[in-house]
């Protein structure tokens, strides 16, 4: 199947500081790709959706400002944390659209990123 | 609205016995069903998926799931249950018309497999 990074699978930082998570898709091309939060225990949350070329598209109750969202080529999006603080703290996943192909319809997700911030 | 539910939080097998993780949905239409698996700390990874045809599906790791309209229901199933089959199960669903680019997910299903 169709195979999605993200870097860093582990970050620490300090609060008030701005981290960003890269998502690629290694073997295919994506013009759209999916980031989620998910908490503890609990079931992943979309935050938003990342179109190519074009602005995000933002879930209810996700601030634009705060969760910048890039995604410059069809192989990579970039979710940027502006001023984190503690709460924002999670794990973060993203996921891609294989666009063509057979796999079509399938969301492919990256292995996470777990966000601390202190 | 489109929901799916995963009535049991935790599902407690014995190793070689059958399983199943229940999964039901409320989807406007026909929708795209499909089943991830999480392992601690890391991303979903892909199970299997129903488009369309035959109701039972195949997937990876010897695990099936049958589609069942009447019933809404997508339930998860596998013959014999290993005990690295423990981790964490997502039912997903997905619409064709409406709403296709979005996944909605159940809340999860952990699964124990005991030797």
């Known amino acids: 199947g169709a195979v999605v990074s993200q870097h860093p699978s582990r970050v620490i930082c300090k609060s008030g500081t701005s981290v960003k998570i890269e998502c690629r898709s290694l073997?295919?091309?994506?013009?759209?790709m999916f980031w989620y939060r998910q908490f503890p225990k609990q079931s992943l949350m979309l935050m938003a959706t990342?179109?190519?070329?074009?602005?995000?598209?933002?879930e209810q109750g996700v601030e634009k400002d705060k969760f910048l969202i890039n995604h410059a080529s069809l192989t990579l999006s970039t979710l940027t944390v502006t001023s984190a603080h503690p709460e924002d703290s999670s794990f973060y996943i993203c996921?891609?659209?294989?666009?063509?192909?057979?796999?079509?319809?399938?969301?492919?997700f990256g292995p996470g990123t777990r966000l601390l911030v202190l | 609205a489109q929901s799916v539910a995963q009535p049991e939080d935790q599902v407690n097998v014995a190793e070689g016995n059958p399983l199943t993780v229940k999964c039901t949905y409320s989807?406007?239409?026909?929708?795209?069903l499909f089943w991830y698996v999480q392992y601690p700390n890391r991303g979903l990874q892909f199970l299997l998926k129903?488009?369309?045809?035959?109701?039972l599906v195949k997937g990876s790791y010897g695990f099936e799931a049958e589609f069942n309209k009447s019933q809404t229901s997508f339930h998860l199933k596998k013959p014999s249950a290993l005990v690295s089959d423990s981790a964490l199960y997502f039912c997903?669903?997905?619409?064709?018309?409406?709403?296709?680019?979005?996944?909605?997910f159940g809340s999860g299903t952990k699964l124990n497999v005991k030797p």
């Open positions: 996921s891609a659209r294989d666009s063509e192909g057979q796999g079509g319809e399938t969301q492919y």
């Open positions: 073997d295919f091309q994506a013009t759209t």
């Open positions: 990342s179109n190519e070329g074009s602005k995000a598209t933002y």
């Open positions: 989807v406007s239409g026909n929708p795209y």
């Open positions: 129903y488009i369309t045809g035959d109701n």
């Open positions: 997903a669903v997905r619409g064709r018309i409406y709403n296709f680019n979005k996944f909605y």
